[in-house]
């Protein structure tokens, strides 16, 4: 077995089949998909055994652990040499782990391997350009441009990270992050795979100030690090100072805000993912 896919649900019942689907229909057949189910309360059991595939795994969670933690459960238990994450409502084209395999048995240097996502509800492509590997740490200082599902990774390093489970949002940012800093991560510039943003998505449902600011008290020197972040974090006062009453302020770091994304726009064009 060379690859693990670990699929993280929670009451996607509707829209599981799609992902799954699409991992079952991938070109290179040498994998083990795990489905952890963070105790849904749909029929997303019956989906599964719908299958009656021997490649699937299905483990439901002991107990109510999020995004976070179902993805690590599922890497705590991946037997392949690779790990691969999926999303339980988007797609992977046909050739995506062939590629992303066929790169890293290619060059053994690498760590982890990413590809380009298509974001279907904005017809936007992340990232837009070819991200060279010298700059990719530095570039998510800047924020994140690699989404869980198109990471691909050597499974004893992703055993070694992690997710962090206490955070209610960026947890790709954070994962990539603290990987880029110690390993070696390539770029792989084709989309390979499809996002379809959902109403009940965690994006939608987490406040991004408040998701900002944890992600912000874990790593306090990217506050300053560049006009990206200062601009976020002018975002995160923004909101703390609305919340408790101060409109003044509040609009005040809200402008601030506005100001650094701009100046970034106009002087870092080319670093714009």
């Not at 040498?30 to 059991?45: A, P, R, W, Y």
């Not at 590809?115 to 992340?126: G, K, P, Q, W, Y």
């Not at 070819?130 to 570039?139: C, G, M, N, P």
């Not at 206490?166 to 800093?181: G, I, N, P």
Request: proline share 2%; glycine share 2%; aromatic share 10%.
């Amino acid at each position: 077995m060379d690859i693990s896919v670990v699929i993280p649900t929670y009451n996607r019942a509707n829209l599981l089949p799609k992902a799954v689907k699409s991992v079952l229909e991938q070109n290179h057949q040498s994998i083990e998909i795990i489905i952890v189910d963070d105790l849904s309360t749909d029929n997303t059991k019956e989906v599964i055994a719908s299958f009656q595939n021997e490649k699937i795994k299905y483990v439901v969670n002991s107990r109510a652990k999020g995004a976070n933690g179902a993805r690590n459960t599922g890497v705590l238990m991946a037997k392949g040499k690779y790990i691969a994450f999926q999303d339980s409502d988007d797609i992977w084209l046909p050739t995506k782990i062939e590629k992303q395999l066929k790169y890293m048995e290619e060059n053994t240097e690498v760590d982890m391997c990413f590809c380009s996502l298509n974001i279907d509800d904005f017809s936007r492509v992340v990232p837009n350009r070819k991200v060279e590997s010298e700059e990719i740490h530095a570039q998510l200082k800047r924020g994140n441009f690699i989404s869980t599902q198109t990471i691909f990774v050597k499974a004893e390093i992703a055993k070694e990270i992690l997710f962090d489970e206490k955070l209610m949002r960026f947890q790709d940012w954070d994962f990539c992050l603290r990987l880029s800093e110690k390993y070696k991560v390539h770029h792989i510039d084709e989309v390979l795979a499809v996002a379809e943003v959902q109403n009940d998505s965690i994006g939608k449902q987490v406040n991004q100030a408040e998701a900002l600011k944890q992600f912000f008290d874990k790593f306090p020197d990217l506050k300053d690090e560049n006009l990206i972040t200062k601009s976020f974090q002018h975002f995160v006062v923004s909101h703390r100072d609305k919340k408790n009453g101060n409109m003044f302020l509040s609009n005040i770091h809200y402008a601030k805000y506005f100001s650094y994304q701009f100046i970034d726009k106009v002087f870092n064009r080319r670093n714009r993912l």
